[in-house]
T-cell receptor, first 111, second 115 residues
């Protein structure tokens, strides 16, 4: 059974801290891994990773994929209160082009 | 910018009543997904369409849920009768043909409360 596991489930940090969110997966026919940010509404796309070891970066957010160990991390540096959200990891499989989501990590950034 | 449209945004219904949600994907997106997201959990796939055909509905509770995409464009998800446990966010997403890797594009969702 295909599955995506995220950790930690929740995290509370102070503004300015750096956080690392984890996503591990076990799927057949891996195609890509995606990170989304969700703030009480629909998920918004952050990154898509398909190749091992290549970091994707956007401002204070970055992500990397390890296809050998089957995991990805999402880093957020110098956190701000606006980073408070649920961060979802999803894996797309080639079979049927389905996206499997983890349970998410709830991040709270306090001033 | 093209968006996935969903309606209604919010719905409150009494248990045992029927409820329906509508989704219009981004133009040209052949694949349409309906997800259910219970508070504190990740989205769970209910049904996936490729054009007008169902690709996967293995997690759809077929005794009360139905979904259709008759012309391969917009889609309707129906629940009849609604139960208290159906309270959740119902998300529609779409994606283009897989010539290249792409993400799923989400609508704003319908938040259903069953009372």
């Amino acid at each position: 059974e295909d599955k995506v596991v995220q950790s930690p489930l929740s995290l509370v940090v102070h503004e300015g801290d750096t956080v690392t969110l984890n996503c591990s997966y076990e799927v057949t026919n891996f195609r890509s891994l995606l990170w989304y940010k969700q703030e009480k509404k629909a998920p918004t796309f952050l990154f898509m990773l398909t190749s091992s070891g290549i970091e994707k970066k956007s401002g204070r957010l970055s992500s990397i994929l390890d296809k050998k160990e089957l995991f990805s991390i999402l880093n957020i540096t110098a956190t701000q209160t606006g980073d408070s959200a649920v961060y979802l990891c999803a894996v797309e499989v080639n079979t049927g082009n389905q996206f499997y989501f983890g349970t998410g990590t709830s991040l709270t950034v306090i001033p | 910018e093209a968006e996935v449209a969903q309606s209604p945004r919010y719905k409150i219904t009494e248990k045992s009543q029927a409820v329906a949600f509508w989704c219009d994907p981004i133009s040209g997106h052949a694949t349409l997904y309906w997800y259910r997201q219970i508070l504190g959990q990740g989205p769970e796939l209910l049904v996936q369409f490729q054009d007008e055909s169902v690709v996967d509905d293995s997690q759809l509770p077929k005794d009360r849920f139905s979904a259709e995409r008759l012309k391969g464009v917009d889609s309707t998800l129906k629940i009849q009768p609604a139960e208290l446990g159906d309270s959740a966010m119902y998300l529609c997403a779409s994606s283009p043909p897989r010539i290249i890797n792409t993400e799923a594009f989400f609508g704003q969702g319908t938040r259903l409360t069953v009372v």
